[in-house]
């Protein structure tokens, strides 16, 4: 079974940039789509971004024009770089292959002066 590490949270002030990191522990290239969710204190696991095994992306309207998703099918990694991040992007960033059911552990983003 394949496993999924998140990295690369912290704390920024808004405005800040993070990027995030999904490593898999065996070939991602078998795992298809991966996307990446986010669950902030109290609310619901939401979508955040989704990128196909051919590059093809998709994001939730709340981060469009401010997160990128990408992937390394080499070095079996999946990124989110988010930029302007704002304190409503506060909240614990799960990778996810939803086809393998397989999720990360997440990992805390808090956006805060």
């Known amino acids: 079974q394949v496993q999924l590490a998140e990295s690369g949270g912290g704390l920024v002030q808004p405005g800040g940039s993070l990027r995030l990191s999904c490593a898999a522990s065996?070939?991602?290239?078998?795992?298809?789509?991966m996307d990446w969710y986010r669950q902030a204190p109290g609310k619901q696991r939401d979508f955040v971004a989704r990128?196909?095994?051919?590059?093809?992306?998709m994001y939730a309207d709340s981060v469009k024009g401010r997160f990128t998703i990408s992937r390394d099918n080499a070095k079996n990694t999946v990124f989110l770089q988010m930029n302007s991040l704002k304190p409503d992007d506060t909240a614990v960033y799960y990778c996810?292959?939803?086809?393998?059911?397989?999720w990360g552990q997440g990992t805390q983003v808090t956006v805060s002066s």
């Open positions: 990128i196909s095994i051919t590059g093809t992306t």
């Open positions: 065996g070939s991602i290239s078998s795992l298809g789509a």
């Open positions: 996810t292959s939803l086809p393998r059911g397989i």
